[in-house]
């Protein structure tokens, strides 16, 4: 006799999933993986406002199963956002994002190092 599914984990109607990401830097640029998958790249929103940079999607499931027929229910279905702080070294007006084989990859490139300049007050 099959089991009930444990606790349902993401289902249409349910409140919006998280996106995980991954954040990596090198000397040039900060990057942000994300594995999409289920996930066309139309059907991705990625904004910046505020240097806060927010990716939004919906992850579609065909397939209609009634609850009871579920063995194992861990996939996450249904709308999905994540919003980060971009750190004071990023070039907002400069990101780049790509798609490919599921992987939505977002480049923003570092600002240059500004140079201390001394103010001099005048007497």
Not at 33 to 55: F, H, R
Not at 71 to 90: H, Q
């Amino acid at each position: 006799m099959a089991q009930k599914p444990s606790t349902p984990i993401g289902h249409y109607d349910e409140q919006e999933g998280q996106l995980a990401l991954d954040i990596y830097q090198t000397d040039s640029e900060i990057i942000i993986l994300s594995a999409v998958a289920g996930v066309t790249e139309d059907e991705l929103n990625i904004s910046v406002t505020d240097e806060v940079l927010t990716i939004k999607g919906k992850r579609k499931l065909d397939d209609k199963v009634p609850e009871e027929d579920y063995l194992t229910k861990e996939c996450f279905w249904g709308d999905f956002s994540r919003s980060i702080v971009l750190p004071a070294s990023a070039d907002s007006a400069k990101i780049a994002a790509s798609f490919k084989n599921g992987i939505l990859r977002i480049a923003i490139p570092k600002v240059e190092k500004l140079q201390t300049k001394v103010i001099r007050i005048k007497t």
